[in-house]
């Protein structure tokens, strides 16, 4: 297995370091909405970014490290938007204001770092110490994938959200936004507002996803360093695709499917290559693949919905959010069954 070596690591870490930086200190110093034209090019700043680290990878590490990380980072850029959906349905539930979104996610992101280094650095040693973890990874992407698959028409009931009930019932809130403040100090008391609850979603988001995500990753490769790097510069990105995407995620009626099945594509991918001992299926075609579906399920998307006016635009995002039943779950679970029908009469 390929290790980075540590002077990769700390030209990395201050790349990140300095792209935070120029993000919250520079570009983004107070609160505003994000407009459409700037996220665009900012997301397109971060994918061009990815790919000269990519070169780098493939010129100081070779060949298959390079096809190793594209692979990693395309899985991971692919499964986020997954975390936007997820983003738009919060948000529209808290009414959070377009100016304190930045905000909201660029703490999300710092969480995100911390969360996923230390389950980078997990998942690799429990693979190293133990090879049939791989059938349990391998396994788990493909129930993930299936689970998804079926959820992905769901509404999830964010107003009986397991998570937000305990906050509530835990902690004492403001009734409204205190500016970008997740904390605030009345008479005495310490209060957090409506935003801390966002944040904690979010993060509480990802570290779910994340779940999903690095086992996805280390059926591509082992490598800590390149394992960690391309879900880091996939993160990075995720605020600037989510406020070029917010507006039109709606139409992505199709996307949930195509990551249900590259969760399972590259579960079986992870389970066969153990199996039978080698690069049975290459990292290469699991590249294809994931382009192949993410390509195919944003066009087909897109000319289902061609044409929509804004009377007819789609309803919400569907699918599953942590710690929420769907909808229909929970009106399943309220309507009273014959016997109580006829105790309460």
Not at 187 to 196: E, R, S
Not at 238 to 257: D, N
Request: avoid cysteine; charge should be positive.
């Amino acid at each position: 297995m390929m290790e980075g070596d540590i002077w990769l690591w700390v030209a990395f870490a201050v790349l990140v370091v300095g792209l935070l930086v120029l993000d919250l200190g520079v570009l983004h110093r107070e609160a505003r909405a994000i407009g459409v034209g700037e996220a665009l090019w900012l997301s397109l700043g971060y994918i061009v970014l990815a790919l000269l680290f990519a070169g780098g990878v493939y010129w100081f590490l070779g060949r298959q490290a390079g096809v190793e990380f594209l692979t990693g980072y395309f899985i991971e850029k692919s499964l986020s938007i997954d975390n936007i959906f997820v983003f738009v349905l919060i948000f529209s539930n808290f009414g959070v204001p377009a100016a304190y979104q930045h905000r909201v996610l660029f703490w999300g992101v710092l969480g995100a770092l911390a969360l996923r280094a230390v389950l980078v650095f997990a998942g690799v040693q429990l693979l190293h110490a133990f090879a049939w973890m791989t059938l349990v990874f391998g396994a788990f992407l493909i129930i993930t994938g299936i689970r998804m698959l079926f959820a992905a028409e769901g509404e999830p009931d964010l107003q009986n959200n397991t998570v937000l009930k305990l906050l509530r019932r835990r902690l004492p809130v403001t009734e409204d936004y205190e500016g970008t403040h997740f904390l605030v100090r009345r008479n005495g008391a310490l209060y957090v507002t409506p935003l801390f609850l966002v944040l904690v979603m979010v993060e509480f988001t990802d570290l779910v996803f994340a779940v999903d995500s690095i086992p996805a990753i280390l059926a591509i490769t082992q490598d800590p360093f390149i394992v960690y790097t391309s879900n880091v510069m996939a993160i990075l990105g995720l605020r600037a695709h989510y406020f070029a995407l917010a507006g039109i995620v709606k139409r992505f009626v199709y996307l949930k499917y195509a990551l249900s099945l590259i969760l399972v594509l590259v579960g079986v991918k992870m389970t066969v290559n153990h199996l039978y001992g080698g690069k049975i299926i290459p990292t290469e075609a699991a590249l294809l693949a994931t382009a192949i579906l993410i390509i195919g399920a944003i066009g087909l998307s897109l000319l289902r919905t061609r044409g929509l006016k804004p009377e007819d635009e789609v309803k919400m995002p569907t699918g599953w959010v942590p710690g929420s039943r769907s909808q229909a779950d929970g009106k399943r679970r309220a309507r009273p069954t014959p016997e109580r029908a006829s105790q309460s009469s």
